[in-house]
């Protein structure tokens, strides 16, 4: 049987990891152009926590998906649905392929990536600045298609509940009807 809505777990994971990236994103863009100080390290730092719990949470979330159904696609025009998995699926390889190209580039550059201040990761590459200086190319331009894609994510989740008023964005909420 089919939900009608997604479950608390798929909620809390998609919230979580909404709010995440809307961290993550302006701190990369303001810290990206600083000065090289303690101040700039320690925003590194915390960009790189937060990059690797999306990561981590996308995995859980993913494997979640896996084991839970999702409600039925919303009844529109056969072109929106495509759009719609199709804007998702790319979301999903977003949240996986941003975070890794940015441990990928730390590694690369030489700065280990180290979660919480406690937890070094390994590095996934050897120190060589050709490659981090194309992995840093290579996570901007990522990081900005999946703007652009949360841009699109969200105008259809509003353009569904204002004009459509078909209740679709209530499926990712946590009041229970």
């Known amino acids: 049987m089919t939900p009608d809505r997604y479950t608390r777990t798929a909620v809390l994971l998609h919230w979580l990891v909404a709010l995440l990236i809307f ?8 810290m990206a152009d600083l000065p090289f100080s303690p101040t700039k390290l320690q925003l590194y730092s915390y960009h790189k926590w937060i990059g690797i719990t999306v990561l981590l949470l996308v995995a859980v979330r993913l494997a979640w998906r896996a084991t839970h159904a999702a409600p039925a696609a919303a009844p529109a025009p056969r072109w929106q ?4 998995a199709a804007t998702h699926h790319l979301l999903y390889v977003l949240m996986v392929a941003v975070p890794l190209t ?14 919480f201040g406690v937890l070094p990761l390994p590095d996934l590459v050897a120190k060589d600045k050709a490659l981090g200086d ?9 990081n900005f298609t999946l703007l652009a894609l949360v841009a699109v994510h969200i105008g259809a989740a509003l353009k569904h ?9 209530s499926r990712m909420s946590f009041k229970r009807a």
């Open 102 to 115: 940015g441990w990928l580039m730390s590694s690369a550059k030489g700065f280990q990536t180290v979660w």
């Open 161 to 169: 509940h204002f004009i459509d008023k078909d209740g679709l964005l």
């Open 23 to 30: 961290a993550a994103f302006p701190l990369g863009v303001y």
């Open 81 to 84: 649905q495509a759009a719609a």
């Open 134 to 142: 194309l992995l840093q190319t290579v996570h901007k331009l990522l």
